[in-house]
């Protein structure tokens, strides 16, 4: 049945987005999340820093205007741009300042950042008032105080898309704010150790906090997931929710159709029109594309051998390194042939680059962010296995499962509300390599000598429903309960 939703009117502001900028999992969210909303009535624009590494030469650009933002004592120019984002259609407002916004590097460019947003509401330099800023991490997180601070009427809800990332800077970023230290209790307090945390800022200025699912939002008021944050979020109880992310299925079914060498899915799924590539059974496509990657890597080129694959930023601190390696380092690789892509952490890339040299036919490591390989990868692998220590939601299960591949994960935060535990993937209870182990051997003897389990499991992953409709309905909840006033 069609709901009704409330007229409202909401300004998404993010440091990443897809395909303009992409870092991570937030560079997705920000590509899908704003087009889900849009469809349901929300009135949604994005809004972003225009940095110079922003890919839009195929993009037209509009000039929406300029103003003046007093940031470090000066008076420095802004421009404003809108691009319409080539997917989800929705208008993008892009923010230009050579000095803060060129490269995003430092503290100041968010802090910069923040503030042109809300001085550029406050101006009326966007053709658009919002009635809700929707933050997320850190990088705006400051907008909530700003906006207070600034009397601007607007309510707010930050996202915590990964906690464990604060962004925490000198004190000093509040004078080039021009803020008062003295006016705020808790900038107070913490200028004791010369820091502003700007995430802690958003928690507590926000109207309401929401992660990314409903498992690490009970996590994070915990002392073990909650980075130091857990009091402040325990206080803000009844004001701090969990909603699971979604991905974009039509975006992911194109890049099947269109980007994999040989395009599969369940039978008798349909194909997407405009492709002329033949259309396989899942169970022969990814035989076919596994022979393809393994030629393409190096590796033995053979359908008898299980390939299990890691595709994530190296943060050792989170997604689960040093398991992952200490397992590699002690089972018998011979048996298995893994593909590692990943960046961000020299130490690490060392040492498993060590794998390779003496497995050259069982290891491929890829050190960079290359989304087509990434794909690739996805469609040539039986398993993918999901180390992390902690997981807000995580997108590569959800990914991975559309390509009919069995993620193996450890239990924690949104791996929980996202795979079933023997039903469409593998989940280890404890964070150690042995744990770790014990789901990849069972993975492996599951792959090879228990087919029609392991088929059943497939065709399960293959039906999971991760699409944006449940949760973008859900964020259409708080933002309604946000504009009359309930929080
Ligand atoms: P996080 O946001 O913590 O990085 P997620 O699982 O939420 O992790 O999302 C990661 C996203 O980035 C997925 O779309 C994944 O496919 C992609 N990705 C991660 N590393 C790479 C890489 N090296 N090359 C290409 N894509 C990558």
Redesign the pocket.
């Known amino acids: 049945m069609l709901r009704i939703y409330t007229l409202m009117n909401v300004l998404f502001a993010v440091w990443e987005l897809d395909p303009f900028f992409?870092?991570?999992?937030?560079?997705?969210v920000a590509r899908t999340l704003p087009g889900a909303l849009a469809t349901l009535g929300v009135d949604i624009r994005i809004i972003l820093p225009y940095y110079k590494a922003l890919k839009l030469s195929n993009y037209t650009k509009s000039d929406v205007g300029h103003l003046t933002v007093k940031f470090a004592g000066k008076a420095e120019p802004v421009e404003i741009y809108s691009v319409v984002h080539p997917t989800s259609k929705v208008l993008v407002y892009l923010i230009r300042n050579k000095k803060y916004l060129d490269v995003a590097k430092s503290a100041d460019t968010f802090a910069f950042f923040n503030l042109a947003v809300v001085e550029s509401i406050l101006g009326k330099k966007l053709p658009f008032v919002p009635d809700i800023i929707h933050c997320n991490d850190h990088h705006t997180s400051l907008i909530p105080l700003l906006s207070k601070e600034k009397k601007l009427q607007v309510k707010s809800i930050l996202t915590i898309?990964?906690l464990s990332y604060q962004g925490k800077a000198s004190v000093n970023t509040l004078e080039k704010l021009n803020l008062s230290k003295s006016k705020c209790k808790v900038l107070h307090w913490e200028s004791k150790n010369k820091q502003v945390n700007f995430l802690m800022e958003g928690v507590i200025h926000a109207d309401i906090v929401n992660t990314v699912s409903p498992t690490y939002a009970k996590e994070i008021m915990t002392e073990e997931f909650g980075y130091d944050l857990e009091d402040i979020l325990r206080g803000k109880e009844g004001r701090v929710f969990g909603i699971i992310?979604g991905i974009d299925v039509d975006y992911l079914r194109n890049i099947m159709n269109h980007s994999i060498d040989y395009p599969y899915g369940k039978p008798g799924q349909d194909q997407r029109a405009g492709s002329k590539k033949k259309f396989y059974h899942w169970a022969e496509g990814k035989k076919l594309n596994k022979l393809y990657l393994q030629k393409k890597l190096g590796l033995t080129v053979t359908d008898k051998i299980p390939m299990f694959s890691f595709?994530?930023?190296f943060?050792p601190m989170?997604?689960g390194m040093d398991i992952l390696h200490k397992m590699m380092r002690r089972i018998n690789l011979e048996n298995f042939q893994f593909c590692i892509?990943?960046?961000g952490n020299k130490n690490w890339e060392e040492r498993f680059q060590w794998l390779c040299k003496f497995y050259p036919e069982n290891v491929s490591c890829?050190f960079?962010?290359?989304?087509v390989?990434?794909h690739q990868i996805?469609a040539a692998s039986d398993f993918i296995i999901?180390p992390s220590k902690f997981?807000?939601?995580?997108?590569?299960?959800m990914?991975s499962m559309f390509f009919a591949t069995l993620p193996i994960a450890h239990r924690t935060g949104g791996l929980i509300d996202t795979i079933k535990e023997n039903v469409d993937g593998i989940l280890f209870e404890r964070y150690t390599s042995e744990s770790l182990e014990r789901a990849v051997k069972k993975a492996h003897y599951l792959w090879k000598a228990e087919k029609s389990k392991y088929k059943t499991m497939v065709e399960a992953a293959l039906s999971a429903d991760f699409s944006w409709k449940s949760s973008a309905a859900e964020y259409v909840k708080l933002y309604e309960g946000l504009v009359k006033g309930e929080y």
């Open positions: 992409k870092f991570g999992g937030l560079g997705d898309h990964n992310n595709i994530g930023r943060d989170q997604k892509l990943g960046s890829n960079k962010f290359d989304e390989l990434a996805y999901i997981e807000p939601c995580g997108l590569v299960q990914i």
